[in-house]
């Protein structure tokens, strides 16, 4: 199976909408190290989902990334979701269904310190996850939290 088509399906992320129990839910990829604690998040405004931007991607197409995602559950938000889902084409990504849909809505926070790429950690350029801050790049720091 390519990775395409695995990446193209992952949408059980999505099922955080869901736990209405709770009032919100901090969604994080099945993959991701935590190396400190989150609880800032959960202290922030109220928003129906709050997200990092995919800062690895071209920053004017506007992409938040799911792979760290707080959200206040509902049952509208959930099949709003799902319909998006089932009118999306099958190689369009979960990131590119929950940026058009929540683009004008959803909050924004800084992907440092919530989401990295391993892949930077082979890269020689850094200036995307650094962003506009004069920070140098710091492989050991970073892994400290």
């Not at 695995?6 to 990829?29: C, G, I, N, Q």
């Not at 206040?72 to 990504?93: H, K, L």
């Not at 004008?104 to 650094?130: C, G, Q, V, W």
Request: charge should be positive; proline fraction near 5%.
């Amino acid at each position: 199976m390519s990775m395409l088509v695995v990446w193209s399906k992952s949408y059980t992320k999505l099922l955080a909408f869901t736990l209405t129990e709770y009032d919100r839910v901090l969604h994080l990829d099945s993959d991701a190290t935590i190396l400190q604690t989150m609880d800032e998040l959960f202290l922030g405004p109220s928003s129906l989902i709050t997200m990092p931007s995919a800062y690895w991607t071209n920053p004017r197409k506007g992409l938040f990334t799911p792979a760290v995602m707080l959200v206040e559950p509902s049952a509208a938000a959930f099949n709003r979701t799902m319909d998006s889902i089932s009118s999306a084409n099958s190689s369009t990504f979960d990131m590119e269904i929950m940026s058009n849909m929540y683009k004008d809505i959803a909050l924004t926070i800084p992907h440092r310190p919530y989401i990295l790429l391993t892949r930077e950690f082979r890269s020689k350029k850094h200036r995307a996850y650094l962003g506009k801050s004069r920070k140098k790049w710091d492989a050991e720091k970073i892994q400290r939290g």
